[in-house]
């Protein structure tokens, strides 16, 4: 009897080992990203909905491949605070060789749980700018630059990386080599990884100080390795939100709209030009847009129409396109290290006010011609008289084969020439013609 209760645990106990191992393990978890672009609120949103993922998933890391000349400082702080309240630790890793992270970019590499670089790669130069890229002054940049530069030293000292060196980054726009950033004293980095897998592989086991100051201990041998793209929607937005495509959709929705004005009905152009123009107008709500690059370009706008209007010898076509090209240069140049070329802005500019001024005139001279159907055409036109008419008093008369109502202020013998000076519904308005007139009766 002393026994049972020894078989009965010993059954219990089997059971349990049993559960357990029949019970399925759920694998660990590896969530990258990849951003490779400008900063801006469609790859904010992408990046905080991976570590959102991360989260929902229990993921072990968050690896954020990054590859940028920079972007807007309110979508970088955005990315960093949802960074600091991860669950699951953050990596960004700027690679592969030949990557860079700059401003922005260097700003999400310093705020990272662990900062890794490839070979041959660099970070830094993270001066801010206006946010609508026009030149700050004196006092309004060295403000700009304090704040950006506190921000980085409290994100670096919370992480424990090199205080003085990530403050020059922003203060003296200084860049820095993979090599530079590992051997600095403290480092800017912590480690350096040829790409991915050997990312994880030297972060297997890793001890990794979370912003709070708890310690986490990652395990990424045999994880299940989950790359996270955009969606369809971000995509196509994060495309479009682009200086340089930006500024086509911009000049192709001017374009489809002019060719509409001149040729009324061809339809196709404008709703073409609407949509691009929209879709243009979307992406500068996301892009700051410099307003004295944007008044520069409905300024050369006004100009060309003026051309079509005014005799100036070309003297306002040429100040036009010139202030087209000077708008679209200055309006562009909104994100540091992102700017569209001249090779993009002069054929689009030039071609834009050609096209303009070439359907203008076009239309113009189509509009002084005479009018070659309907009543109107009857004006200047020679008729004769059918029958005696008094002044005043409405007869008839021949023309072009047909028998009108016609009037006059002075009396008309049947087969006088007339001239037709107007026309009133049914009612020609004539006076006395030249018989040596070109144009002749019918």
């Given at each position: 009897m ?12 089997c059971?349990?080992?049993?559960s357990?191992?029949?019970?399925p393990?759920?694998?660990r978890q ?27 998933s ?7 491949v990054?590859r ?9 702080r955005s990315m960093?605070?949802?960074?600091i ?6 990596v ?9 992270a ?15 670089m490839?070979?041959a790669?660099?970070?830094g ?10 030149k ?7 403000k ?7 921000y980085v030293?409290?994100?670096a ?10 403050a ?11 090599r530079?950033?590992?051997?600095a004293?403290?480092?800017?980095v ?8 050997d990312?994880l ?19 990424t041998r ?7 793209d ?6 196509f ?6 200086p ?9 929705g001017?374009?489809g709209?002019?060719v509409?004005?001149w ?5 196709a152009?404008?709703?073409?030009g609407?949509?691009?123009l929209?879709?243009a ?13 944007l ?5 050369g706008?006004?100009l ?7 005799p ?7 100040g036009?396109?010139v202030s ?8 562009t ?8 070329g001249?090779?993009v ?7 834009f ?7 203008g005139?076009l239309a113009?001279t189509?509009?002084?011609r005479p009018?070659?159907t ?14 005696p ?17 016609a009037?006059?202020?002075?009396a008309?013998p049947?087969?006088?020439p ?8 049914l ?7 030249d018989?040596?007139s ?5």
């Open positions: 002393t026994r049972l209760p020894l078989v009965a645990a010993a059954v219990a106990l059971c349990l080992v049993q357990a191992w029949a019970q393990t759920t694998p590896v969530i990258v990203t990849e951003i490779d672009g400008i900063i801006q609120p469609i790859t904010a949103e992408y990046f905080i909905d991976a570590i959102d993922a991360a989260d929902t229990d993921a072990e890391l968050v690896v954020l990054l940028t000349p920079g972007g807007l400082l309110d979508s970088t960093v605070s949802r960074m309240t991860s669950r699951a630790p953050v960004v890793f700027v690679g592969p060789s030949g990557a860079r700059a401003s922005a970019g260097f700003i999400l590499l310093i705020a990272a749980d662990v900062a890794a490839a070979p790669t660099h970070a130069a993270a001066h801010p700018v206006s946010g609508s890229g026009e700050m002054d004196d006092t309004t940049s060295q700009a630059a304090s704040d950006a530069a506190a030293r409290t994100l000292e919370a992480r424990g990386r090199n205080v003085p060196l990530a020059e980054a922003v203060l003296q726009s200084r860049a820095f080599t993979d530079e950033s590992l051997d004293m403290p480092a800017l912590d480690l350096s990884a040829k790409n991915v897998d990312l592989m030297q972060l297997d086991g890793r001890t990794i100080k979370r912003f709070d100051g708890r310690m986490t201990t990652v395990h045999g994880a299940e390795v989950r790359r996270l955009m969606t369809r929607r971000q995509t937005l994060s495309a479009i939100a682009h340089q495509v930006s500024y086509i959709l911009m000049t192709l001017l374009l709209l002019t509409e004005l040729n009324p009905g061809l339809i152009p404008g709703v073409a609407g949509v691009c929209l879709l107008f979307f992406a500068f709500q996301i892009l700051p847009v410099n307003m004295a690059g008044l520069l370009v409905v300024f706008i006004a060309l129409i003026l051309e079509l209007k005014v100036s010898f070309g003297a306002l076509g040429v036009g396109a087209l090209i000077l708008g679209s240069v200055m309006m140049d909104v994100v540091p290290g992102v700017r569209v001249l090779g802005i002069l054929p689009a500019a030039i071609g006010a050609a096209v303009f001024l070439f359907l005139r113009l189509a509009q002084m009018a070659v309907g009543v109107q055409t009857l004006v200047g036109q020679i008729a004769r008289v059918r029958a008419t008094a002044p005043g008093e409405p007869g008839f008369v021949d023309i072009r084969g047909e028998i009108w109502r009037v006059s202020s002075v008309l049947a087969g006088t007339v001239r037709v000076l107007r026309v009133d519904g009612t020609l308005t004539v006076e006395p013609a018989l040596t070109p144009k002749g009766a019918d």
